[in-house]
């Protein structure tokens, strides 16, 4: 396999809320912790106002806007491909859509044998 298999993805209505909310906050970034309740969902922040650790692991970006997952998490969900959506609903408490009455929502599919091969040679970097 030659192309590059990404491990978070997004659908055309997360595109199109996260640029409404670029347009509004400027850089963003996106974290999903293991936490109950808001924790487990993915959070959209003006980027500065959440402080990656050295224990979250970089997934790659999302309308141009990087993702990030706690490594707790990311052992339970590294086999499979994130989808981030936009649906009706409110967001996380803290998290930049709630206002919009749309909610981003995690979505996961396994990978193939071939893409687990791939990511097996191209690990997930932790933050910096």
């Not at 293991?34 to 309308?63: H, N, R, Y």
């Amino acid at each position: 396999m030659a192309d590059a298999v990404p491990r978070v993805t997004a659908t055309p209505d997360a595109l199109k809320l996260i640029d409404q909310l670029k347009t509004q906050h400027g850089e963003l970034l996106f974290h999903q912790s293991g936490g109950c309740c808001d924790g487990s969902a993915p959070m959209c922040f003006p980027k500065g106002e959440f402080m990656v650790g050295s224990s979250d692991v970089f997934l790659g970006e999302i309308g141009g806007v990087p993702f990030y997952m706690s490594e707790s998490q990311f052992a339970y969900w590294e086999h499979t491909q994130l989808t981030i959506d936009a649906i009706p609903g409110n967001g996380g408490m803290f998290s930049l859509e709630r206002p919009t009455g749309l909610r981003f929502l995690t979505r996961s599919r396994l990978y193939s044998d071939e893409e687990w091969a791939w990511l097996a040679q191209h690990p997930a970097p932790l933050a910096a």
